[in-house]
């Protein structure tokens, strides 16, 4: 049971995660914004 919560509690972090990035990408002003956020997305997803 707790690693069925734990999968759970992973995966939705992950939405949140992706939604914020989502957010932050259709607020970005500019290209060189739009790149550093990825950049910056991409870099703490691989860290997981």
Do not use: F, G, K, V
């Not at 049971?1 to 957010?23: E, K």
């Not at 970005?28 to 739009?34: H, K, T």
């Amino acid at each position: 049971m707790n690693s069925l919560t734990s999968t759970w509690r992973q995966r939705r972090q992950a939405a949140r995660t992706r939604r914020a990035i989502d957010a932050a990408l259709a607020r970005s002003s500019s290209p060189a914004m739009r790149d550093e956020l990825l950049t910056l997305a991409s870099r703490s997803t691989s860290l997981r």
